[in-house]
């Protein structure tokens, strides 16, 4: 259990909870709750400077708190009903012109999804924080467990997105390119129909299979890195290696899953009726986690770097960097 698990647990363990809760402390990525009617799902997420989302174009910046927050919700296997934020921003920062631009881009995901902003929190900060809060519905709610080896792990999607946003800022490069998370809700609802677990990569693809590992007591091999080829180019402009932008903790908020072989087919064959696009990254293994990447396997057993633990972004990249180095192994 890392650093923040224990002080969610520790937390958690002072308070009472809903005996119509379904999930347990870290076992889905929204609350889900048990009502006459299907289920309720909640979710609450706060962001920052150092979620290191571009904020020099505040109409891109709310489209993807926005996303953010309503991934939760989608990879929960819900449709999002209500949405609400607390707002805490430096008005000299944050004039009128960027709020409107700011809630703009909220608003357009919700019309696109059909939920409704039912209010929310304004305060001051010398730096600004989003806490975004959604609420949804779900008949078939989908949890983190329940996945067992031979499984195919699929996402939406490419890997990285997240990870260049926060390149561009900590490399001070001088880029137009802005990365727009996408949103998923109609992916999400046939992911509902066939998925036996999900979870949204906010933490990113490598973290977001870590945690299903450890909750079902399993491993994965992935195959396919499928990188945003912005974000490769990018990568290899810095001359840092490309496989940091599946370890990276700056998430691209896709939606990562796993399914049954035998619904492969049927899956595939939905998907392409509804045009839609998913690509298969790898399965679940018994206990070895496993990255193939180019000519090479990265062994992942044992990997246990957090940014937080790093006052100094560079050293974090760094510590990144020389772990693939010294667990890489050529495929002969």
């Avoid at 650093?3 to 005996?19: A, D, G, H, T």
């Avoid at 944050?94 to 703009?104: A, F, P, V």
């Avoid at 079902?216 to 080829?229: A, E």
Wanted: with cysteine; net charge negative; glycine share 8%.
């Amino acid at each position: 259990m890392n650093v923040e698990e224990n002080i969610i647990s520790l937390i958690s363990e002072q308070l009472p909870r809903s005996k119509k809760q379904l999930n347990e402390l870290f076992e889905s990525d929204a609350e889900i709750l048990k009502k006459r009617n299907g289920f309720l799902l909640f979710s609450v997420d706060d962001f920052s400077k150092e979620d290191h989302f571009l904020t020099t174009d505040p109409y891109q910046l709310g489209k993807n708190l926005a996303v953010a927050t309503l991934s939760d919700i989608f990879a929960s296997g819900g449709t999002p009903q209500y949405f609400s934020h607390s707002i805490a921003l430096n008005p000299e920062k944050w004039d009128d012109s960027y709020l409107i631009g700011l809630s703009r881009g909220v608003a357009e995901i919700l019309v696109e999804t059909g939920a409704a902003f039912i209010g929310g929190d304004l305060g001051t900060s010398e730096e600004w924080h989003y806490t975004g809060i959604a609420i949804g519905h779900s008949e078939k709610p989908l949890m983190r467990k329940k996945t067992v080896p031979g499984e195919l792990i699929y996402m939406t999607g490419n890997c990285g997105t997240g990870n260049l946003e926060a390149a561009i800022q900590l490399f001070n490069l001088d880029s137009e390119v802005t990365a727009q998370f996408e949103l998923r809700h109609k992916e999400a609802q046939l992911i509902q129909e066939f998925a036996t677990t999900c979870i949204d990569s906010s933490d990113g693809i490598g973290n977001a299979l870590r945690t299903i590992s450890t909750l079902n007591n399993t491993g994965f091999l992935i195959d396919r890195l499928n990188p945003d080829p912005i974000a490769s180019a990018f990568m290899a402009k810095l001359k840092l290696p490309e496989e940091l932008l599946f370890l990276g903790e700056c998430g691209e908020y896709e939606l990562v899953f796993t399914i049954k072989p035998e619904d492969e087919e049927n899956f595939l064959a939905e998907a392409e009726s509804r045009e839609l696009y998913f690509t298969k990254i790898g399965t679940i293994q018994n206990k070895e986690k496993m990255l193939v990447s180019g000519s090479k396997l990265y062994d992942l057993s044992d990997f246990n770097i957090k940014g937080r633990d790093f006052s100094d972004p560079q050293e974090y990249i760094y510590a990144l960097t020389k772990y693939l180095k010294s667990h890489e192994n050529e495929i002969s």
